[in-house]
């Protein structure tokens, strides 16, 4: 029994004298706690909840008969195209363009209406100056929906007058004439519902994934620096000397981290539903125990760098790769579905990524935590924790 | 901080009295050495690399129960080495050790609680308060959560007590070695490992610690403890003097002196030139070893077995010859002479 409550009071031993050395520097808890918090807020004060507006300029000649409705039909796509006037030299648009005074350069097919009689397609040259492969796509779909409508208004003055010159040459067509000739033109129509009822802002959807690439990293690098830190102070030659034994070492560490993050999670968690109201669909004790999975297996990865690295600069560079990994890989940035097949394993093999399909799911749908996922991630914990506990007890000798 | 030079004649003037005091409980001492070996050591070398640096080479001692065992030696002798094979830190490359009568890789939780270590540099906490760094300490050697009477009385030993509150970076190096000490004693271990305690600190705060050694001692502790301050050879029972790696002896104080030396000096004065055949007719006295000491004119060192029985004789002999002797006293040599002498004697070996 006295060895059981020898070993219970070892294993609590660094929670104390860890929440001890981090309350000692009040800065590192407002950068722990109101840090991420503020990058949120920025983040949704600095991202609009609508597409981007490309000011765009027009090159039509004057004798073309689509430059009366170049303008109208610009405007008519609503805040995507800003319009920008109408140009008749397409060189001095283009300069223009190059000295990104504008976005998106429109050159107006000359004599549209001869060019179709020809049985040819009258087309709309668009021209931009973006390298970001995201942007151009969006300029391309932006692009097509000028010239879709500009179809359908074509298509729809061609009907009506179509139905004009045909009236009351065959009764069969009457039940036509009734029908508009826009619904002629365009005689389907989609209208969009999610699942969902709640409609996500973009800082509410990125919510969840930018709280638990925080909580990674914070988890990372606190623990990244812990061992590495000990034994380069000298002091982990004591614990080789002294009862405390590496399996106790280790729980008392993950536990006193644990607990500390824990805190910070739960302050950053009611800022975030609470403070910038992002809504919070699913079970609270879901959202808590996606958060201590993703805590534990993140101080997992934490504590192998820790124990690999010889020096606290190497362990900081290490937890930045696995930042920036987590990035790129974990759906944050990218949607995982985009990956490359052989890619996702990399993808699966981040906290983050089970961290934020789990959180999503709970948060956003209000769905309960998906079991593989779940399952997943713990089995990295587990594999992580065994891997420190043969690290730290080689270190320990 | 800066120490007068009064305050250190002062320090001085006690630690040049304890050898004296030290002669006297000889007789103790050498019934305490009958104890059982807590620590055995035989052929013990440790290398590093591919084995061409040898940092510790085939060493023979052992340290007997309750006894404080001194390691003296130069920076880089080895020393540190020694105490990390005992401590389990490192492992042999040859030889055998044994502490607590077994190995030290095959250490039991409960023998780890029976071991104090005191590591040469501070390696406590620099964030957190003295208090807290000592509670910290107690609690990874499991000490009982009804502690603070013990962490208070412990503070109170290495003056602490009113700075327990303090940062342990805005400590002095002295106050932060006093608090290291406290930590290895936090939970009573029976066997301390102390390596170079008194580094870096001033004589006041060495002179004490080597007392609260003591008191340790005297509670029935055994103490290793190393140190590169050659003087402090006096406070221990048995010295292990090292250099380049190796034990050159290990031996009471007292021995290594008579050893290093051939025997106990004596320091004749006379009011006379003393000559060249004053000199042969000391030497061919039957007590007297080797050859006498030429100081100056006036001033001769004698080698004797035992001082005390051999100034009596050598003033009488003094007066036949003719000289008058002015003053005749016992010489105790420092430590640094010493340990001087024996690394001559182990050079002239080889």
Same mark, same amino acid.
């Given at each position: 029994m006295n060895r059981i409550f020898k070993s219970l009071i070892r294993i609590f031993s660094f929670p104390q004298k860890e929440l001890a050395e981090i309350l000692r520097q009040p800065r590192l808890i407002l950068t722990l706690v109101l840090g991420p918090f503020l990058i949120i807020l920025l983040f949704g004060l600095g991202y609009p909840d609508e597409g981007r507006s490309l000011r765009t300029t027009f090159v039509v000649n004057e004798q073309n008969p689509l430059a009366a409705q170049v303008e109208e039909f610009a405007k008519d796509l609503g805040p995507a195209i800003i319009y920008q006037g109408i140009k008749n030299d397409q060189e001095v648009a283009l300069a223009s363009l190059a000295l990104s005074q504008t976005d998106m350069v429109v050159v107006v097919p000359d004599d549209p209406v001869a060019k179709i009689q020809n049985n040819e397609q009258a087309q709309f040259l668009i021209y931009h100056n973006e390298v970001d492969p995201f942007q151009i796509a969006y300029i391309r779909s932006v692009g097509n929906l000028y010239t879709s409508e500009l179809n359908r208004r074509v298509l729809a003055s061609l009907t009506k007058e179509g139905q004009e010159s045909v009236s009351g040459l065959n009764e069969n067509l009457s039940e036509l004439n009734a029908v508009s000739s826009s619904v002629l033109v365009s005689p389907f129509s989609s209208e969009f519902h999610g699942l969902s009822e709640v409609q996500y802002t973009p800082v509410g959807f990125l919510s969840p994934a930018v709280i638990v690439l925080l909580l990674q990293h914070l988890s990372v690098t606190i623990s990244a620096l812990s061992i590495v830190r000990e034994q380069r102070s000298g002091i982990m030659e004591l614990f080789k000397v002294a009862p405390l034994k590496p399996l106790e070492a280790l729980i008392s560490k993950y536990l006193s981290y644990i607990l500390f993050n824990a805190l910070v999670a739960a302050v950053l968690s009611a800022l975030v539903v609470w403070g910038i109201g992002v809504p919070m669909l699913g079970n609270w004790i879901n959202y808590a125990l996606v958060l201590l999975i993703l805590l534990f297996t993140s101080l997992g990865a934490g504590f192998a760098i820790s124990l690999i690295s010889e020096t606290e600069i190497q362990a900081v560079q290490y937890a930045m790769l696995l930042l920036l990994a987590s990035i790129f890989f974990s759906g944050f940035f990218l949607d995982l579905r985009l990956l490359w097949e052989p890619m996702k394993a990399v993808a699966w093999s981040l906290p983050a990524t089970y961290g934020i399909r789990m959180l999503q799911d709970v948060?956003?749908?209000?769905? /309960?935590? /998906?079991l593989l996922v779940f399952q997943g991630i713990l089995a990295i914990g587990i594999v992580l924790f065994l891997i420190n506990f043969f690290l730290l007890r080689k270190k320990m000798g | 901080m800066e120490t007068s030079p009064l305050l250190v004649t002062r320090v001085m003037g006690i630690v040049n009295k304890i050898p004296l005091k030290r002669l006297q409980m000889k007789a103790q001492k050498d019934r305490d050495f009958e104890l059982p070996k807590i620590i055995e050591t035989k052929n013990l070398t440790k290398s590093f690399g591919d084995g061409d640096e040898v940092a510790v080479n085939s060493i023979d001692l052992y340290v007997p129960e309750g006894s404080i065992f001194g390691l003296i030696g130069p920076s880089g002798c080895g020393k540190t080495t020694t105490v990390r094979l005992m401590t389990g830190v490192y492992q042999p490359t040859e030889g055998e050790i044994s502490v607590f009568g077994k190995r030290p890789a095959e250490f039991s939780t409960s023998d780890r609680e029976k071991i104090g270590y005191l590591i040469q540099q501070f390696v406590m906490y620099p964030d957190l308060s003295v208090w807290e760094n000592l509670n910290f300490a107690a609690s990874f050697y499991g000490v009982?959560?009804?502690?603070n009477k013990r962490l208070n009385k412990l503070l109170d030993f290495v003056e602490l007590s009113e700075h327990k509150n303090k940062i342990s970076r805005f400590l002095s190096g002295g106050m932060n070695r006093r608090l290291s000490l406290a930590a290895t004693l936090v939970h009573n271990p029976e066997l301390l490992f102390l390596d170079e305690p008194t580094a870096g600190i001033d004589p006041i705060l060495r002179v004490k610690f080597w007392d609260y050694f003591r008191q340790l001692q005297a509670e029935g502790h055994t103490l290793v403890v190393t140190t590169q301050y050659v003087g402090e050879a006096e406070y221990c029972d048995l010295v292990g003097v090292m250099y380049a790696g190796r034990v050159l002896t290990v031996n009471t104080p007292e021995e290594l002196r008579r050893k290093a030396f051939g025997g106990e000096i004596v320091h004749i004065v006379t009011s006379e030139r003393i000559e060249y055949i004053h000199r042969v007719h000391l030497e061919k006295l039957p007590f007297v070893k080797g050859n006498v000491a030429i100081i100056n004119d006036n001033e001769i060192k004698v080698f004797v077995d035992d001082a005390d029985s051999a100034i009596p004789q050598l003033i009488e002999s003094c007066q036949e010859e003719g000289l008058d002797v002015q003053t005749i006293e016992k010489q105790i040599p420092s430590f640094d002479d010493v340990f001087v002498r024996i690394i001559e004697e182990r050079g002239n070996h080889e």
């Open positions: 948060m956003l749908r209000g769905y /309960p935590i /998906p | 009982s959560i009804f502690r």
